[in-house]
């Protein structure tokens, strides 16, 4: 079957079966209100114009489309190409989408964003972009992840946000999550929800891969020009989804381009300790909207396990879900040891310190370069840099770094 | 009519306002709960809201939060709590019961199903926190088919249009929260809700009851001179996490907190 992929989600913010508003009532209207803004705003020529002035001027885009001559010869197999997503300003892909909802919450008049955070990257996009807006800024933030990303803590701190860390349920990203939706529904008259990734409800999914989108649009132009036609592969990690869905929704109208959605495979898929809900979940509700969960035989949610703080949620986004049940996207997995090892090797052999989160997509990429020719491109989705994980590194190492 | 329905006419006939306790399901362990429940009835429950734990509820403050979490943690699951019911059943065949909850543990053992083994159990009715009027076209014929009411929220937020779409599919009640922000918040605006109230009614006959902020005899009282009936909430559990440790003083306790609140109930009506 051939969809237009343009026209998902449709008018209820449905992808397929997945998608939707599943949220308390108070949260209704605020939403509505939100579709019609963005509705409003998205083709207007001075919105689209200040959204781009950023783009170039404050994130530094377009980032390089990088060749990495010396792993696609250590991998032996297709050539592996990286979009440098990293050598944004705050370091991650996170700021493509938090500088289009601010832009937004200025022309909603609210005056105050939060935002939920697991690695700490969108978070610290958000304080960004809070701080250059004048805005209030509040992050909230498992307490295990607090002590996992405490750079990206203090980064936060530094930029005047006020950083609350949430302690119910597993400490994690999706407690975050909950104890920002409370905080919106309580403040919801000032406040605007600046969401991280492609979850939420309707329209959070829609208008965060609009803004993270322009990764994939810039693909395009940089592959026909540097490559000389589409890659035949994208490869890119998968938490919620955000960066991967920036990479593959631009792309997903030609059939010729594979692309491999890469969760967090933890211990191992078979040991139950991971987070990949489209590897090994079902479809259930959670956090407004219908998708893929990790859930157990009640429907309780349950906790997850990943190396990187970015990926360790129970959930991915609808249109994730919606593009493995019609098959579209592979969805697979890579482990926290193949992780690591991807790790090391991008960094020693093209001087490039990954994000933990990324390094699953470069450990997926490791397996299937070999597998095609080299007459073939892969392109990773280098989503974000790695010094905030020098302290997880470090510790694995047995060293200590204060 | 429904036994719900049945029992909001009754007292709307007498011109009392309904008292509706909640108290999560299995907190602080299932072996509790039918006790609690009867305790509740003995301070005047009209109508009992159990809720059912969820790991993830996040329309619930601090307190029913760890409610969840205290019930989850010995056990509690959904068929515990649909025996719990259907015990409590045993020796109460008067007092409606309505199971509150979030979507994902209904949809995980399927919604028909669930609705089925909730009707059989004895529940009268489901208020489902993040279940939208918009997202139930699937889902309302299979609680219609049995017998259960779907009672909704209405919210300060809540726009004309979707005042009319939940009162076109919700039935027994509807649930007024009582203001912006989760369950066992501090505020209440009685005059707020007045107008509110007022707004709504232009739209529906269906009975008004009003939760979120209301903790004792005082507030309550307020509250009835608008509404139909009141939610006591997070007021309850509070009691529940604090004597978690003694639960057989539960009840008495229970008992003279609603009960007080019975009492400032009854001298608004006539």
């Given at each position: 079957m051939?969809?237009?992929?343009?026209?998902?989600?449709?008018?209820?913010?449905?992808?397929?079966?997945?998608?939707?508003?599943?949220?308390?009532?108070?949260?209704?209207?605020?939403?509505?209100?939100?579709?019609?803004?963005?509705?409003?705003?998205?083709?207007?020529?001075?919105f689209?114009?200040?959204?781009?002035r950023?783009y170039?001027?404050?994130?530094?885009?377009?980032?390089?489309?990088?060749?990495?001559?010396?792993?696609?010869?250590?991998?032996?197999?297709?050539?592996?190409?990286?979009?440098?997503?990293?050598?944004?300003?705050?370091?991650?892909?996170?700021?493509?989408?938090?500088?289009?909802?601010?832009?937004?919450?200025?022309?909603?008049?609210?005056?105050?964003?939060?935002?939920?955070?697991?690695?700490?990257?969108?978070?610290?996009a958000?304080?960004?972009?809070?701080?250059?807006?004048?805005?209030k800024?509040?992050?909230?933030?498992?307490?295990?992840?607090?002590?996992?990303?405490?750079?990206?803590?203090?980064?936060?701190?530094?930029?005047?946000?006020?950083?609350?860390?949430?302690?119910?349920?597993?400490?994690?990203?999706?407690?975050?999550?909950?104890?920002?939706?409370?905080?919106?529904?309580?403040n919801?008259?000032?406040?605007?929800?600046?969401?991280?990734?492609?979850?939420?409800?309707?329209?959070?999914?829609?208008?965060?891969?609009?803004?993270?989108?322009?990764?994939?649009?810039?693909?395009?132009?940089?592959?026909?020009?540097?490559?000389?036609?589409?890659?035949?592969?994208?490869?890119?990690?998968v938490?919620?989804?955000?960066?991967?869905?920036?990479?593959?929704?631009?792309l997903?109208?030609?059939?010729?381009?594979?692309?491999?959605?890469?969760?967090?495979?933890?211990?191992?898929?078979?040991?139950?300790?991971?987070?990949?809900?489209?590897?090994?979940?079902?479809?259930?509700?959670?956090?407004?909207?219908?998708?893929?969960?990790?859930?157990?035989?009640?429907?309780?949610?349950?906790?997850?396990?990943?190396?990187?703080?970015?990926?360790?949620?129970?959930?991915?986004?609808?249109?994730?879900?919606?593009?493995?049940d019609?098959?579209?996207?592979?969805?697979?997995?890579?482990?926290?040891?193949?992780?690591?090892?991807?790790?090391?090797?991008?960094?020693?052999?093209?001087?490039?310190?990954?994000?933990?989160?990324?390094?699953?997509?470069?450990?997926?990429?490791?397996?299937?370069?070999?597998t095609?020719?080299?007459?073939?491109?892969?392109?990773?989705?280098?989503?974000?840099?790695?010094?905030?994980?020098?302290?997880?590194?470090?510790?694995?190492?047995?060293?200590?770094?204060? | 009519?429904?036994?719900?329905?049945?029992?909001?006419a009754?007292?709307?006939?007498?011109?009392?306002?309904?008292?509706?306790?909640?108290?999560?399901?299995?907190?602080?362990?299932?072996?509790?709960?039918?006790?609690?429940?009867?305790?509740?009835?003995?301070?005047?429950?009209?109508?009992?809201?159990?809720?059912?734990?969820?790991?993830?509820?996040?329309?619930?403050g601090?307190?029913?939060?760890?409610?969840?979490?205290?019930a989850?943690?010995?056990?509690?699951?959904?068929?515990?709590?649909?025996?719990?019911?259907?015990?409590?059943?045993?020796?109460?065949?008067?007092?409606?019961?309505?199971?509150?909850?979030?979507?994902?543990?209904?949809?995980?053992?399927?919604?028909a199903?669930?609705?089925?083994?909730?009707?059989?159990?004895?529940?009268?009715?489901?208020?489902?926190?993040?279940?939208?009027?918009?997202?139930t076209?699937e889902?309302?014929?299979?609680?219609?088919?049995?017998?259960?009411d779907?009672?909704?929220?209405?919210?300060?937020?809540?726009?004309?249009?979707?005042?009319?779409a939940?009162?076109?599919?919700?039935?027994?009640?509807?649930?007024?929260v009582?203001?912006?922000?989760?369950?066992g918040a501090?505020?209440?605006?009685?005059?707020?809700?007045?107008?509110?109230?007022?707004?709504?009614?232009?739209?529906?006959?269906?009975?008004?009851?009003?939760g979120?902020?209301?903790?004792?005899?005082?507030?309550?009282?307020?509250?009835?001179?608008?509404?139909?009936?009141?939610?006591?909430?997070?007021?309850?559990?509070?009691?529940?996490?604090?004597?978690?440790?003694?639960?057989e003083?539960?009840?008495?306790?229970?008992?003279?907190?609603?009960?007080?609140?019975?009492?400032?109930?009854?001298?608004?009506?006539?």
């Amino acid at each position: 079957m051939v969809y237009d992929y343009a026209q998902f989600p449709d008018a209820r913010g449905h992808f397929g079966a997945y998608g939707g508003r599943f949220v308390a009532e108070t949260l209704m209207e605020p939403l509505r209100q939100l579709e019609e803004a963005y509705a409003r705003l998205k083709d207007d020529p001075a919105f689209r114009a200040e959204l781009d002035r950023d783009y170039a001027h404050y994130v530094g885009r377009p980032s390089p489309l990088y060749h990495c001559e010396r792993l696609t010869r250590a991998w032996g197999g297709a050539q592996v190409w990286l979009k440098r997503e990293d050598l944004n300003h705050t370091g991650a892909h996170k700021i493509n989408n938090t500088i289009g909802q601010a832009l937004l919450a200025k022309h909603l008049g609210k005056t105050r964003i939060i935002a939920e955070t697991g690695a700490g990257q969108h978070g610290v996009a958000s304080a960004t972009i809070a701080a250059r807006l004048g805005l209030k800024c509040v992050v909230y933030m498992g307490v295990d992840d607090v002590e996992r990303q405490s750079p990206n803590v203090y980064r936060m701190k530094l930029l005047g946000a006020e950083v609350v860390p949430v302690t119910s349920g597993t400490r994690t990203l999706k407690d975050a999550l909950n104890e920002a939706l409370r905080d919106w529904v309580t403040n919801v008259d000032d406040t605007f929800y600046v969401i991280g990734t492609v979850a939420g409800p309707h329209p959070y999914p829609m208008l965060v891969r609009d803004f993270n989108s322009i990764v994939g649009r810039e693909l395009i132009g940089q592959s026909r020009e540097q490559i000389g036609r589409l890659p035949d592969a994208l490869v890119a990690c998968v938490g919620g989804g955000s960066n991967a869905i920036g990479m593959f929704h631009p792309l997903l109208q030609y059939p010729e381009v594979a692309m491999y959605g890469v969760e967090a495979g933890g211990d191992g898929i078979e040991t139950g300790r991971h987070a990949a809900p489209l590897s090994a979940g079902q479809p259930g509700v959670l956090h407004g909207n219908r998708t893929y969960v990790m859930a157990d035989d009640d429907g309780q949610i349950i906790g997850t396990h990943s190396i990187s703080a970015g990926l360790d949620y129970p959930g991915v986004g609808p249109e994730h879900a919606w593009l493995k049940d019609i098959g579209r996207v592979h969805y697979v997995s890579a482990t926290d040891a193949e992780t690591m090892e991807a790790f090391y090797e991008l960094t020693r052999r093209e001087g490039i310190i990954p994000a933990l989160e990324s390094s699953h997509a470069v450990a997926y990429a490791k397996k299937l370069a070999p597998t095609l020719g080299s007459d073939r491109h892969i392109v990773i989705n280098l989503s974000g840099r790695g010094d905030k994980d020098i302290f997880t590194i470090a510790k694995r190492e047995g060293i200590s770094l204060t | 009519m429904s036994r719900l329905q049945k029992q909001l006419a009754d007292l709307k006939a007498q011109g009392r306002r309904a008292l509706i306790p909640f108290i999560t399901g299995g907190d602080p362990a299932p072996a509790h709960t039918v006790g609690l429940m009867h305790a509740l009835v003995a301070g005047g429950a009209d109508v009992i809201e159990l809720g059912m734990p969820f790991s993830d509820p996040m329309a619930d403050g601090p307190t029913i939060q760890l409610a969840c979490e205290r019930a989850l943690a010995a056990g509690t699951n959904v068929s515990k709590l649909l025996e719990l019911v259907r015990e409590f059943r045993r020796s109460n065949q008067s007092t409606p019961v309505v199971l509150m909850g979030y979507l994902n543990p209904i949809e995980h053992r399927g919604v028909a199903k669930f609705a089925e083994q909730a009707r059989d159990a004895g529940v009268d009715g489901v208020l489902i926190v993040d279940l939208a009027v918009e997202e139930t076209p699937e889902f309302a014929p299979l609680f219609r088919q049995a017998g259960l009411d779907m009672i909704f929220l209405l919210a300060p937020t809540s726009s004309e249009a979707r005042i009319r779409a939940v009162a076109a599919v919700g039935s027994g009640y509807l649930y007024y929260v009582s203001l912006k922000g989760v369950t066992g918040a501090a505020t209440l605006d009685v005059a707020g809700v007045a107008h509110k109230l007022a707004e709504i009614r232009q739209y529906t006959a269906l009975p008004l009851a009003v939760g979120f902020g209301i903790r004792d005899a005082a507030s309550a009282a307020a509250v009835g001179q608008v509404a139909d009936g009141v939610v006591v909430g997070s007021a309850l559990v509070s009691e529940i996490e604090k004597h978690a440790a003694t639960p057989e003083v539960l009840p008495a306790l229970l008992t003279a907190k609603l009960g007080a609140i019975r009492k400032a109930l009854d001298e608004l009506s006539v």
